[in-house]
């Protein structure tokens, strides 16, 4: 497998126990008083453009597109490893929300259903390529394309990073991205990969612990240069 060619737009910073952001509101962790106003205005937002999408207004579909678009083909370049699959893989999600709006009840947020039919298409993408490549026998494996480097990350920092995420399991790199490159909480997670948040957090402890057993140097040659 060759490396995915991640779009990560953030400095690679594993810490040794997973951790809560500040900047994440789980619903549990709200004040007495109530959600906080941007809370509310997002919730409200999200409903609105689930119900203008449902009318069949398209221009609640060009701004779902205008608001996620980008972190959507960041996400499915991350998962499939190049930006042509990515901008397929998007395309087609946004046709199956168009298909699919009857059968959003609401259950979670517009986008977090919206994200979860990403994620499936992109599994979808992965296991037909997987299936091509197994007829074709190795010999007409695509080669790896060449993605711009992310600005501000250390070429040697990022190709070890890709090859240490290429080795985990499916569902800890799938947890890894959606929690530490684009910030979604384990709710959100747990709804988009069909699993609970404590197992979102535990497969996300069991990828930063394996990730660092990768990256980190080893201790025999730091204790023999004593």
Not at 104 to 115: D, I, K, V
Not at 131 to 137: F, Q
């Amino acid at each position: 497998m060759g490396t995915m060619g991640l779009a990560l737009p953030w400095k690679a910073r594993i810490s040794s126990m997973p951790r809560e952001r500040g900047t994440r509101v789980e619903p549990s962790e709200h004040f007495a008083g109530g959600p906080s106003p941007a809370v509310v205005n997002a919730l409200s937002e999200d409903a609105a453009l689930a119900a203008a999408c449902r009318s069949g207004d398209l221009r609640a579909y060009e701004r779902l597109y205008a608001m996620h678009g980008a972190r959507m083909k960041n996400l499915a370049r991350n998962v499939l490893g190049n930006p042509i699959d990515a901008e397929d893989a998007v395309q087609e999600t946004f046709l199956k929300v168009q298909r699919s709006i009857a059968s959003f009840r609401g259950q979670s947020s517009f986008l977090t259903w919206t994200y979860r039919i990403l994620i499936n298409t992109c599994y979808d993408a992965r296991r037909s390529r997987l299936r091509k490549k197994e007829v074709a026998n190795d010999d007409s494996e695509e080669t790896p394309r060449h993605e711009p480097r992310t600005p501000g990350a250390h070429p040697a920092l990022r190709m070890a990073l890709e090859r240490a995420l290429a080795k985990l399991t499916q569902h800890q790199r799938d947890v890894f991205l959606l929690y530490e490159v684009e910030g979604f909480r384990h709710a959100e997670i747990a709804r988009m990969l069909e699993m609970t948040e404590a197992a979102s957090k535990n497969t996300l402890f069991q990828a930063k612990k394996n990730l660092r057993q990768m990256l980190e140097p080893p201790r025999s040659s730091a204790a023999e240069a004593r």
